[in-house]
């Protein structure tokens, strides 16, 4: 029987991000009871009014946001807005430049579906959140957690290498190739007669080396380290959010072979693209995630700000800051050599994103039948940044027919790159009214 840490279907806001335990510490206290009905005469006026008494206003961030949808934005001059219930107003914390060029950018190259979310880190504070259906009805993509996480489950099992097993990314591991489509019981095993590659697994990483983290985690992982690592980062519990986000899956196999695929990125697990934000922020803010929100402040139909939606809760630490670290160092392999050298390097090899280092990694799996090719980009930036510089963490999901033109890394530079340019701008024009 294979092992599941699984919740589908789930949609419940409330839960840990990305599967960890909250603190609840620090969460708003219930507002004063109301008074008293007017004592009537009539049992069922009576009751009613009693009902409404105990119910109460409603108190806690779940509550209050219940009823918005991301999929209906309105982008203006002075911010992004999402309608609520009762001609109230959700204000967003979207940047509305960034999230016009994600927009635009999927709509340019007519992705069958995609989806772009860009988090601070430091926070949580979402700056985009953007989906793309090509053809067909909007929906909140950035909430599904149908996509296959592919080869981003990659960063779950390099944690678990290092917390768990005590690996670094300087660990070498000897293999004699093949493994991209396919692992077989042989490619588990190690031979020196036949090995002839032994990159470190900050390579491994950085490449997607399937053979590599099949062989360690095979070696050095149990069932119960990978699922805790897991569960640690998200997987198996609804996040945490403003608006109903899907649990990502995860089913480790009793078999072997099946656990060391599993680890390596071969299907059973799924992963919702505000997630895969959310895991690339937790890496960024030093295994210490941040409660990802989207709504800054609730107005009423005249435009007055209504007073006490309570602020996101804290979280647990999901890793030790030292495997944080060490994980760090392996997505920066994805761009120094990796799987995304290309997308982030000009042809004489010159950083595409100027002064910002990438950490980062891919993600790519074809359906069994063939006719969804699911591309992932998770990441952030800088990945070293210095005292009060920003920082963004970002994902990405593109799902492509056969024929594709474009895949998630090169959708993921390109709002880095608009990213920090605006940043750039920002930083101009403070500077220009210092003088």
């Known amino acids: 029987m294979q092992r599941r840490l699984a919740l589908l279907g789930a ?7 990305f599967g960890m335990s909250r603190c609840k510490h620090g969460a708003s206290q219930v507002a004063d009871a109301v008074s008293s009905a007017r004592a009537v ?23 209050l946001l219940r009823g918005l949808e991301l999929s209906h934005l309105a982008l203006g001059d002075d911010g ?13 914390t979207l940047d509305t430049r960034l999230q016009r060029a994600a927009t635009n950018l999927m709509q340019q190259h007519k992705l069958p579906e995609a989806a772009i979310v860009m988090v601070n880190p430091k926070n949580g504070e979402v700056l985009v959140y953007a989906s793309h259906i090509e053809g067909a009805p909007a929906r909140d993509f950035c909430a599904e957690a149908k996509a296959p996480s592919a080869s981003v489950f990659k960063v779950v099992t390099a944690s678990a290498l290092v917390e ?31 090995d002839r590659w032994c990159p470190s697994l900050a390579t491994a990483l950085g490449k997607s080396t ?52 599993t680890a390596a990125g071969f299907w059973n697990s799924t992963l919702s693209p505000l997630e895969a934000a959310s895991l690339s922020a937790t890496m960024a803010h030093e295994g210490a995630p941040m409660r990802p929100f989207v709504v800054r402040e609730i ?10 939606l309570p602020p996101p809760e804290p979280m647990r630490r999901a890793i030790k800051r030292d495997t944080a670290a060490a994980v760090t ?71 492509n027919q056969p024929k ?8 993921a530079r390109e709002m880095l790159r608009a990213w920090a340019k605006e940043g750039e701008s920002n930083t101009g024009a403070v500077a220009a009214r210092a003088k």
Not at 47 to 54: E, G, I, K, M
Not at 221 to 228: K, M, N, P, R
Not at 249 to 254: M, Q, T
Not at 366 to 388: C, E, K, R, V
């Open 41 to 63: 005469d009539a049992p069922a006026a009576a009751q009613t009014a009693a009902a409404q008494v105990d119910a109460g206003p409603p108190s806690t961030r779940e509550e």
């Open 329 to 399: 160092t392996m997505m920066e392999h994805t761009i120094s050599e990796g799987t995304s050298y290309r997308s982030f390097h000009d042809s004489h090899g010159k950083p595409l994103l100027t002064g910002k280092s990438v950490a980062g990694k891919t993600g790519t799996l074809n359906d069994p039948d063939g006719q969804h090719l699911y591309s992932w980009f998770t990441g952030f930036a800088p990945a070293h940044p210095a005292p009060g510089e920003a920082q963004i963490a970002i994902a990405v999901l593109v799902v």
């Open 404 to 411: 594709w033109h474009v895949k998630a890394n090169f959708i």
């Open 210 to 261: 399937n053979t590599v983290f099949a062989r360690l985690a095979s070696k050095h992982l149990s069932a119960h380290d990978l699922e805790s690592t897991a569960h640690a980062l998200g997987y198996g519990e609804a996040p945490s959010f403003d608006v109903p986000v899907e649990a990502s899956r995860l089913s480790l196999p009793d078999d072997k072979l099946g656990f060391a695929r």
């Open 80 to 92: 992004a807005t999402s309608p609520l219930p009762q001609g109230r107003t959700a204000k967003l």
């Open 11 to 17: 949609v419940a806001v409330l839960g840990a991000v």
């Open 299 to 308: 107005v009423d139909a005249s435009g007055a700000a209504i007073a006490g």
């Open 164 to 194: 768990r097993a005590g690996l670094s990314a300087d660990t070498k591991q000897c293999y004699a190739g093949g493994g991209e489509q396919r692992l077989t019981l042989g490619d588990l095993e190690d031979n020196t007669a036949r």
